[in-house]
């Protein structure tokens, strides 16, 4: 099945400064490549999304590259601020139906610490 | 509009009981998925729901089961539970046109088995 690495599993940051986590995986038929952040005692909450027919994806201060050769996909945000603390998901899916429904594979978390 | 309601929040049983959690997805959703969060395993799936039909199942035993109901409020049960079922549970919900994969997540209900 499909397998999703994430890295680096922490990442600390000063304000203002950038931040990139990348994932990378393994099923060549994946098509939709979300990445969610989970604050402390909630649930993951989706932040962008990109999909296999698009490379770059943007939305303010966040953006999301995908290379479908070398199958690696990142999430950058730039001008971090203390509230992007939070722990970062990549996840991998198959989207249109078949075996796919409802399901996501994650990646293994990235703890972002942005420092005021 | 609100989001995906998951009850009871917190519960704390023994092992060898059962529990019953409860999800009621956004409204206008009709496929509900369950996921299991552990800081070991991270976030592993369950099992999807669409039409009151399973249509997707993950690598969790027998005691894991699920139902949908015809207003797409979905339940997940646990029996003989076990120390290792301690986890964080999520309901997930989707509008499920042409199946784009985007999930909401709820809060969560978080289980204690002592």
């Known amino acids: 099945g499909e397998n999703v690495e994430q890295h680096p599993s922490t990442l600390s940051v000063q304000e203002g400064d950038s931040a990139v986590i990348k994932c990378t995986y393994s099923?060549?038929?994946?098509?939709?490549f979300p990445w969610y952040k989970q604050e402390l005692g909630k649930g993951p909450q989706l932040i962008i999304d990109?999909?296999?027919?698009?490379g770059e994806k943007k939305d303010q201060r966040i953006a999301v590259t995908l290379n479908k050769t070398a199958k690696h996909f990142s999430l950058h945000i730039t001008e971090t601020q203390p509230e992007d603390s939070a722990v970062y998901f990549c996840a991998a899916s198959k989207g249109a139906g078949g075996t796919s429904y409802g399901k996501l594979t994650f990646g293994q978390g990235t703890i972002l610490t942005v420092h005021p | 509009k609100a989001g995906v309601t998951q009850t009871p929040r917190y519960l704390i049983k023994t092992r060898g009981q059962q529990v019953t959690l409860s999800c009621s997805p956004i409204?206008?959703?009709?496929?509900v998925s369950w996921y299991q969060q552990t800081p070991g395993q991270g976030l592993q799936f369950l099992f999807e729901?669409?039409?009151?039909?399973?249509?997707n199942k993950g690598n969790f035993p027998g005691r894991f089961s699920g139902r949908q109901f015809s207003n797409s409020r979905s339940e997940m049960n646990v029996s003989t539970l076990e120390l290792g079922d301690s986890a964080l549970y999520l309901c997930a919900s989707s509008l499920d046109r042409s199946n784009t994969g985007e999930l909401f997540f709820g809060e969560g209900s978080r289980l204690t088995v002592l």
């Open positions: 409204s206008g959703h009709r496929s």
């Open positions: 729901y669409f039409s009151e039909t399973q249509r």
């Open positions: 990109i999909r296999s027919n698009v």
């Open positions: 099923d060549s038929a994946s098509n939709y």
